[in-house]
C-alpha cells in the first residue's frame, strides 16, 4: 500500500559530499526511479552547510516536471520534501517508454562497468 505522506520508511537519498554536477544526475535518476515506482513523497538530505547542494537541489526540482511540490522539512533543514506529481504520466502517456528507457540505460551502464 502506498503511503500518501512522508514516513521514516520513504524513500531518501543523501547526497552529502557529492559534487555540484554530480548531484544534477542522482537526483534525476532518484526522481525518475520513484515516480516509476508510484511513491508520492520521497525526500534528499543535501546537509545545511553554506547551501551549495541545496541551492542545486532546487534548481533541479523547480524545472523537473515530475515534481509537483517540494519544501524544506520543518524539522532538519538539511533535507527537503518532495511531492511526485503522479498524474503526469495521465497527462503525458510516456511511463512505458521511460521505464524502457530507464531499464535500457541501467543495463548498459552495468555493462560498461563490468567491461573495465
Excluded at 21 to 31: A, E, H, M, N, P
Excluded at 86 to 98: E, P
Aim: charged fraction near 30%.
Amino acid at each position: 500500500m502506498k503511503s500518501d505522506v512522508l514516513t521514516s520508511k520513504s524513500p531518501r537519498i543523501d547526497v552529502h559530499g557529492e559534487t555540484y554536477d554530480s548531484v544534477s544526475l542522482y537526483v534525476t535518476q532518484f526522481i525518475d526511479d520513484n515516480y516509476i515506482l508510484g511513491n508520492r513523497f520521497i525526500a534528499i538530505i543535501h546537509g545545511k552547510g553554506e547551501g551549495i547542494l541545496k541551492k542545486r537541489v532546487h534548481e533541479l526540482l523547480k524545472v523537473n516536471k515530475k515534481v509537483k511540490d517540494f519544501y524544506i522539512n520543518n524539522w532538519n533543514i538539511g533535507e527537503t520534501i518532495i511531492e511526485l506529481d503522479l498524474d503526469f504520466d495521465k497527462k503525458n502517456k510516456n511511463s512505458w517508454h521511460l521505464f524502457e528507457k530507464m531499464i535500457i540505460l541501467r543495463h548498459k551502464r552495468k555493462l560498461d562497468i563490468n567491461i573495465w
